[in-house]
């Protein structure tokens, strides 16, 4: 029970603290909401700062938008085990994709970033991936390196 008690301090005390720059992340209408859920969903694996271990479960920290600038990479993002599967509804998991995409890599969000919608993270989740995940993912990094020289072909 104590642990339970701390846990759920914790939670409230990051809740508390987030920053008022959050407050203008297009599609994140609750990035309080999205904050918790991440801290109870994703920091698991993904560690506190989306950092990752590089092996099961890759980092998001300065990357995780750079699969929207290559063919595939945004259906990924919703289809991911991690996503396609959490038990969260579409509302709150398109708030949490998209709070994602702006706290660990803003830098890369493109200039017209289309925020995920409620509609088309149901979709995508239909449709999860599985086995084929880490080759899929090995394919669409080696694609950010093309895209920056310039030199990818759709």
């Not at 999860?128 to 995940?133: K, M, T």
Request: glycine share 8%; with cysteine; net charge neutral.
């Amino acid at each position: 029970m104590l642990l339970l008690s701390a846990t759920l301090a914790a939670v409230a005390a990051a809740s508390a603290v987030a920053g008022a720059s959050e407050s203008t992340m297009r599609g994140v209408p609750d990035p309080k909401q999205a904050r918790v859920d991440y801290m109870l969903k994703c920091q698991g694996c993904h560690r506190p700062d989306g950092g990752g271990d590089d092996k099961s479960n890759p980092p998001m920290k300065h990357i995780v938008a750079q699969f929207l600038s290559v063919p595939g990479g945004r259906e990924f993002l919703g289809r991911v085990p991690g996503v396609s599967t959490v038990d969260l509804d579409n509302v709150r998991l398109a708030n949490l994709v998209n709070w994602t995409l702006y706290t660990f890599d803003a830098a890369h969000l493109p200039a017209d970033f289309r925020p995920y919608t409620p509609e088309e993270i149901g979709q995508l989740r239909r449709h999860p991936l599985r086995l084929e995940r880490a080759e899929m993912r090995a394919r669409l990094v080696a694609g950010f390196t093309q895209e920056e020289a310039g030199t990818h072909q759709p």
